[in-house]
């Protein structure tokens, strides 16, 4: 079953540490976009990548890097983790066509100390 | 820049009844498609339903349907039969159609809690 796989689901970080969060899809879609979601509040775009070897800035990069090694799998990279970076961080992948919805993984839930 | 408003935090109803959520949207451009998504107590995210802008027929799928007001910018979500396990967070999300990022702008979600 075709699916978005994220790890891991959970992390506790200190600040000033290095993170990295995984995701690997295997629905073969060419579109992947990492989110994330502040208690209360909605899915905010941080970066998406739609090739391999290619990433893009989201609403709200900074802070964050993203790698897209492959078309399966990409990360996202938190240099120098922040308290305000606590929240839940979500994968998502969607096939090109306009009227395509997302796959999202299950999250990934970052609580910086 | 598109933007997407869902005014209601949250609503109560009870079991078997229809609920309807709101969403209000902008964007200029004259194309774009609107989905509504699921978030579970578990935190799992779902797609539920899409509506085309340039489509007049209200989408449905199951016992769920869309209310698409084109001159209100406003896409609602109604559940008719409401069960316990509708239970969750709804989300409204937006995609324009002369982009070619694939994103998809969300709303801040209506809590729904659907009592016996």
Known sequence: EAAVTQSPRSKVAVTGGKVTLSCHQTNNHDYMYWYRQDTGHGLRLIHYSYVADSTEKGDIPDGYKASRPSQENFSLILELASLSQTAVYFCASSDRGQDSDYTFGSGTRLLVI | ????????????????????????????????????????????????????????????VGHYSLNFQKPKSSIGLIITATQIEDSAVYFCAMREYNTNTGKLTFGDGTVLTVKP
Not at chain 2, 24 to 52: C, H, M, N, P
Request: aromatic share 14%; hydrophobic share 30%.
């Open chain 2, 1 to 60: 820049a598109q933007k997407v408003t869902q005014t209601q935090t949250s609503i109560s109803v009870v079991e078997k009844t229809t609920v309807t959520m709101d969403c209000v949207y902008e964007t200029r451009d004259s194309s774009y498609f609107l989905f509504w998504y699921k978030q579970t107590a578990s935190g799992e995210i779902v797609f539920l339903i899409r509506q085309d802008s340039y489509k007049k027929e209200n989408a449905t």
